[in-house]
């Protein structure tokens, strides 16, 4: 259980991140995840969609052809979405409005209409567990640890409180600001994964 | 003069670089070129039709008031009704575009810039519930969204040479260069379009 752990951990954190390495679900961290509060409010959305979804439609049988597979993964987000916004609506009101319609595109994320094929529905039962769960963490740490930069260079602030940035460029907040930042932010991670696996192949 | 309009309104309002909807499915894509160009006809083909059958459901949305939290549902229905309806078309007419097609129909489908195309044209509606929306001005924001993908992926097939070229440093090769290349085209937009 434990190597099963380890493995699906390295995969989904940083190997195969869904955000970083794969490029997937990149629209709503661009345009959405601008402050920590709005972070929270997408790792909320996402997660309990993605999980949920994933969760359910595990139970659809594998006899059921491919094009039907993937109308009812998408019919049972679409499903799932309804609760997970009412509850929203009490917790997130700003954010909920703020995202508009970025929130519902959360029904067709690839996590859920493509990884579910590629990867997730090949495997046991607990192992998809595992892996689903890691993956979500991958993205909701990459969310987070993103939308605090981008809210201290957009707006010199941590969390809303100010940290006295000086040079604070509000237009990063816009989505052509997020491209930037994010492709910055994607080649420092590549940056410092290759220094630590020559550091790792060179101890070896 | 109107299909330069056209285009030039496509590349404005650019659902890729204003909106950064289908950033993913153009990422994956673009590593084959001639992935990319078959994709985008498939695509504006879904938003276009999509967006045609979006009207007769967001008149039947706004009259009986239905709860904008199921409105998702029925625009995924919407979508449903094209893909199924497409796959059986194409193998009707002919097997070889059936088997050449069929991939970019599974991938076109689902994803963030069809849903989201059908989702703007309605707020369309929304917004100017006091002005009557035509059949025509949905299809053309239908045929708008597709034909901004498939400008920003003939845009992409142009810069693939440079961005795939040795003078990328390591770090920045596929996706991060790519983003940032977006990032730029769509800063220049936004300067153009705020004028």
Redesign the interface.
């Known amino acids: 259980m434990m190597k099963l752990m380890d493995s699906s951990v390295l995969k989904a954190l940083y190997e195969k991140n869904i955000v970083l390495v794969s ?5 709503t961290v ?2 959405c995840a601008t402050t920590i509060k709005s972070a929270l409010f997408l790792i909320y959305a996402f997660s309990t969609i993605t999980f949920l979804s994933i969760m359910i439609a595990s139970f659809l049988p594998r006899k059921i052809v ?2 039907l597979r ?2 009812l993964y ?2 049972i987000a ?2 799932v ?2 609760p997970v ?2 509850l929203a609506q009490h917790i997130f009101n700003t954010e909920v409005v703020q995202f508009g ?1 970025y929130f ?2 959360l ?2 994320n ?1 996590m859920l ?1 493509s990884q579910t094929e590629v990867d997730y529905f090949r495997i046991s039962k607990p192992k998809m567990l595992c892996s689903v769960i890691f993956y979500i963490l991958g993205f909701d740490i990459v969310v987070m640890i993103f939308s605090f930069i981008r809210e201290m260079i957009s707006f010199g602030t941590v969390n809303g409180n100010i940290v006295g940035i000086s040079l604070s460029t509000e237009s990063l907040s ?7 930042l ?3 932010f ?3 991670f ?2 410092i994964m ?1 220094i630590i696996k020559s550091w790792k192949a060179k101890s070896e | 003069m109107v299909i330069i309009k056209v285009l030039f309104a496509s590349m404005l309002s650019n659902i890729i ?8 499915t153009i ?2 894509a673009s590593k084959n070129k001639t992935n990319l160009i078959r994709l985008s006809f498939v695509i504006t083909f879904f938003t276009t039709v999509g967006s045609m059958l979006t009207y007769s459901a967001d008149k039947a949305i706004l009259n009986n008031k239905f709860n904008p ?5 029925i625009y ?2 919407i ?2 009704i094209i ?2 309806s497409s ?1 059986i078309l194409l193998r009707v007419v002919s097997e070889v575009f059936f088997n050449k097609l069929k991939k970019y129909i ?1 991938i076109s ?4 810039i069809v ?2 195309a059908l ?2 044209t309605s ?1 369309l509606n929304q917004v100017n519930s006091s002005t009557e929306i035509l059949f025509s001005d949905y299809f053309m924001m239908g045929l708008n969204s597709g034909l901004g993908f498939l400008v920003a992926a003939y845009i992409f097939k142009i810069a693939h040479v440079k961005l795939d070229s040795e003078d990328v ?4 090769k596929g ?6 290349y ?3 085209i ?2 220049a937009l ?1 300067g153009i379009s705020s004028i």
């Open positions: 490029g997937m679900i990149v629209t661009i345009v491919f094009t993937i109308i998408t019919l679409s499903l979405y309804v916004a009412m319609m519902p595109l029904i067709v690839a209409v816009k989505p052509f600001g997020g491209f930037i994010f492709g910055l994607m080649a420092m590549r940056f290759n | 670089f204003s909106k950064a909807l289908g950033i993913s990422l994956i939290l199921f409105w998702p549902m995924i229905i979508i449903s893909y199924i796959l599974h489908a689902f994803n963030c849903l989201g989702m703007i707020e440093p390591k770090s920045f996706y991060p260069i790519l983003l940032i977006i990032g730029i769509s800063m936004y």
